[in-house]
Every structure is written in structure tokens, then in C-alpha cells.
């Protein structure tokens, strides 16, 4: 998190039926709220591009969307 300069670092699994997470950090440098598995953070485009890069390439794979 120093290296990077970032101020929290969260990640989440999913095996089967279970789900860990875990949060280090704080929430922003403005007001730093110290992280836990129950902060909630807003979607920002570190997750919609993601996304829809995944949809798209799902139909590309089968032909059915030349990229």
C-alpha cells in the first residue's frame, strides 16, 4: 500500500457457498475511517469496464460479435 500510495487494499473470494473478505487500510485520506469487512466503497470504473469488457468478449468467443 506505501509503494503504491494507496490508502486501502480489500479482497473478496468465493468458494461455493462461502465468501471471505478482508479490508486493510483506511477509507480516504480526507476522513480516515479504518477498513473493515463491512466498509462499503462506491462502484467506480474499476468495476463497470471490467464488466463490460467480460460481456462483450462472451458472445465474441461464440462468433457472434466481431470486435
Given at each position: 500500500?506505501q509503494?503504491?500510495?494507496?490508502?486501502?487494499?480489500?479482497?473478496?473470494?468465493?468458494?461455493?457457498?462461502?465468501?471471505?473478505?478482508?479490508?486493510?487500510?483506511?477509507?480516504?485520506?480526507?476522513?480516515?475511517?479504518?477498513?473493515?469487512?463491512?466498509?462499503?466503497f462506491?462502484?467506480?470504473?474499476?468495476?463497470?469496464?471490467?464488466?463490460t469488457?467480460?460481456?462483450?468478449?462472451?458472445?465474441?468467443?461464440?462468433?457472434?460479435?466481431?470486435?
Amino acid at each position: 500500500m506505501q509503494h503504491l500510495h494507496v490508502p486501502v487494499w480489500q479482497i473478496g473470494l468465493i468458494n461455493g457457498d462461502q465468501d471471505n473478505q478482508r479490508g486493510f487500510g483506511v477509507t480516504n485520506l480526507e476522513n480516515p475511517l479504518p477498513v473493515n469487512d463491512a466498509t462499503l466503497f462506491q462502484i467506480g470504473s474499476i468495476t463497470t469496464e471490467p464488466f463490460t469488457a467480460t460481456m462483450a468478449m462472451r458472445p465474441n468467443e461464440r462468433a457472434l460479435l466481431d470486435l
